[in-house]
T-cell receptor, first 113, second 112 residues
Framework: DAGITQSPRHKVTETGTPVTLRCHQTENHRYMYWYRQDPGHGLRLIHYSYGVKDTDKGEVSDGYSVSRSKTEDFLLTLESATSSQTSVYFC????????????FGEGSWLTVV | GENVEQHPSTLSVQEGDSAVIKCTYSDSASNYFPWYKQELGKRPQLIIDIRSNVGEKKDQRIAVTLNKTAKHFSLHITETQPEDSAVYFCAASIKTGNQFYFGTGTSLTVIP
């Protein structure tokens, strides 16, 4: 398995509180991604990064922000968590453009109550 | 952005039979099409992929086909086994930006 670590793996938080999920890779891959997975929706891209301090929005970015200050770390922040953000969050990495696979971390289960 | 549609959403087959999952994509700039298998509570894992300059690729009991003209690609699993039971996702990637867009998944059940 690719060297991807997500933390925390499970978290329960209250509505309105900020939450940060961390993704750490040891592969030195350029591209990093945050996806959320919900029943009936598959995997939806939240934000992605194509280099240090280079990030862009995905298809469901509202309510989320990201930061990448080092190649190995990609942080996802929910500024003010809502119940609709209860989900499983997957970090993923990719080596390059086009025909390279994307590899997922183990996931972070977030419940907003 | 790219739109990937996947069918069927659920599929049940008898052990030993074949299973086929189909996906369509919208953006002709997509040039790479991976397939992922996700077991319950686990991460999605890459099982096979195909590039836009190839029409078919096979790996043991799994094969993928790509029709660029029609913008659709399919996963074929032959001689299915109970351990093939999982959710399968197709994806399409556009070289520019290296973004990956996923289908909504197919839950495959192989009945012993």
């Amino acid at each position: 398995d690719a060297g991807i670590t997500q933390s925390p793996r499970h978290k329960v938080t209250e509505t309105g509180t900020p939450v940060t999920l961390r993704c750490h890779q040891t592969e030195n891959h350029r591209y990093m991604y945050w996806y959320r997975q919900d029943p009936g929706h598959g995997l939806r891209l939240i934000h992605y990064s194509y280099g240090v301090k280079d990030t862009d929005k995905g298809e469901v970015s509202d309510g989320y922000s990201v930061s990448r200050s080092k190649t190995e770390d990609f942080l996802l922040t929910l500024e003010s968590a809502t119940s609709s953000q209860t989900s499983v969050y997957f970090c993923a990495i990719s080596a390059g453009t086009g025909a390279f696979g994307i590899y997922f971390g183990e996931g972070s289960w977030l419940t907003v109550v | 952005g790219e739109n990937v549609e996947q069918h069927p959403s659920t599929l049940s087959v008898q052990e030993g039979d074949s299973a086929v999952i189909k996906c369509t994509y919208s953006d002709s700039a997509s040039n790479y099409f991976p397939w992922y298998k996700q077991e319950l509570g686990k991460r999605p894992q890459l099982i096979i992929d195909i590039r836009s300059n190839v029409g078919e690729k096979k790996d043991q009991r799994i094969a993928v086909t790509l029709n660029k003209t029609a913008k659709h690609f399919s996963l074929h699993i032959t001689e299915t086994q109970p351990e093939d039971s999982a959710v399968y996702f197709c994806a399409a990637s556009i070289k520019t930006g290296n973004q990956f867009y996923f289908g909504t998944g197919t839950s495959l059940t192989v009945i012993p």
